[in-house]
């Protein structure tokens, strides 16, 4: 897969799950602010109830379907940003996330007339608050950013490593069972001698595990091609597959 095709999947993703997050708010919106008891037939008011668990459960189904090519991205699938080679969080999971956070903020909207203005007002204020927190997984989720002065890891935990701190692989690596892949370091410990392991998860990002280890150790022990990465030049150079 090359790293365009990696990207239109990836921003096809989000857009989807940005469109699909909007329609939920917009049904749940009708039902609470549109439906009257006097004027509403009881079955329009019970399909506008039920259509956002109705949308989210489809759309649910249908990311996996759709965009099941980043569900478990192939070797050699990275995004190419010109200054830096990126592993996105996965954006099916993200996606999704969006997508119930979403419907979760609606559950806050309140229409109720027996309420005070200024609280109806402040309750619907903290209700579009959340409801636009749900953006945030697809800003500001799990990723690593490979670039010339190191990693940029945002997953697990937030940390910055410069190419300086990490060492070769042991000749005896880690031992460990693990359920879930993991990213495995060997970084530099000022105060021994000997360097210890930082394990970076990688259930939440859209990467083939072995590939990330294998791009990984190869800078460690090529500083001279560090300063090409995030071109397509060196992606290809790097992966020996067209850019």
Request: glycine letters at 8%; charged letters at 15%; aromatic letters at 6%.
């Amino acid at each position: 897969m090359t790293p365009r095709r990696f990207g239109r999947y990836v921003m096809g993703c989000k857009a989807a799950a940005v469109g699909v997050a909007a329609l939920i708010v917009v049904l749940r919106v009708l039902y609470e602010f549109g439906v009257s008891t006097a004027t509403t037939p009881i079955w329009a008011a019970a399909a506008l109830l039920f259509a956002p668990i109705v949308v989210l459960s489809a759309a649910f189904i249908a990311f996996g379907i759709v965009f099941r090519p980043i569900m478990h991205p192939p070797p050699a699938a990275l995004r190419v940003r010109g200054d830096a080679f990126v592993v996105p969080g996965s954006p099916i999971l993200m996606g999704r996330l969006t997508m119930g956070w979403a419907l979760l903020g609606t559950i806050f909207l309140e229409s109720d007339p027996a309420l005070a203005p200024g609280t109806r007002l402040a309750i619907n204020l903290g209700a579009a608050l959340v409801i636009a927190g749900a953006i945030l997984p697809l800003l500001r989720g799990p990723r690593i950013v490979v670039s010339p002065a190191g990693l940029n890891i945002r997953a697990g935990g937030r940390r910055v490593l410069a190419w300086d701190d990490l060492v070769r692989v042991p000749a005896n690596p880690l031992p460990m069972t693990v359920r879930t892949p993991k990213l495995a370091l060997s970084i530099r410990r000022p105060d021994r001698p000997d360097p210890g392991w930082l394990l970076i998860p990688l259930d939440l990002l859209a990467v083939e595990p072995v590939f990330l280890g294998t791009v990984v150790e190869h800078y460690v022990e090529h500083p001279d091609h560090r300063r090409d990465i995030g071109t397509p030049a060196e992606y290809t150079r790097l992966t020996g597959m067209a850019a």
